[in-house]
Nanobody, 127 residues
Framework: QVQRVESGGGLVQPGGSLRLSCAASGRTFGSYNMGWFRQVPGKEREFVAA????????YYADSVKGRFTISRDNAKNTMYLKMNNLKPENTTVYYC????????????????????WGQGTQVTVSS
């Protein structure tokens, strides 16, 4: 229902870092479980990371574990994805997603579980 706007993408060299932000309007940001997904042209949307409503639990795709960190600041209505040691294969569009209702950690990787999506921000990793 509410708008979610991703920012922080751009062009970075391999090994560099970026921090994506997902800012939401409204007063119910803290009510949502949230996540980050990516989508390469021609492929289905793919799970990157997820975070519980209070930030106490986090989940990561194996491909980004140890390099990416998801966090949120409910007071600022903002979720973040800190991406370190970026690789060319990380190049794609990244989307923030939100789910209003409770979501088991067993299902956070399923894009169909999320109710709302941002418009995406482009990340390009290239020499």
């Amino acid at each position: 229902q509410v708008q979610r706007v991703e920012s922080g993408g751009g062009l970075v060299q391999p090994g560099g870092s970026l921090r994506l932000s997902c800012a939401a309007s409204g007063r119910t940001f803290g009510s949502y479980n949230m996540g980050w997904f990516r989508q390469v042209p021609g492929k289905e949307r793919e799970f990157v990371a997820a975070i519980s409503w209070g930030g106490g639990r986090t989940y990561y795709a194996d491909s980004v574990k140890g390099r990416f960190t998801i966090s949120r600041d409910n007071a600022k209505n903002t979720m973040y994805l800190k991406m370190n040691n970026l690789k060319p294969e990380n190049t794609t569009v990244y989307y923030c997603a939100a789910r209003l209702y409770a979501l088991s950690g067993s299902y956070v990787h399923q894009s169909r579980q999320y109710d709302y999506w941002g418009q995406g921000t482009q990340v390009t990793v290239s020499s």
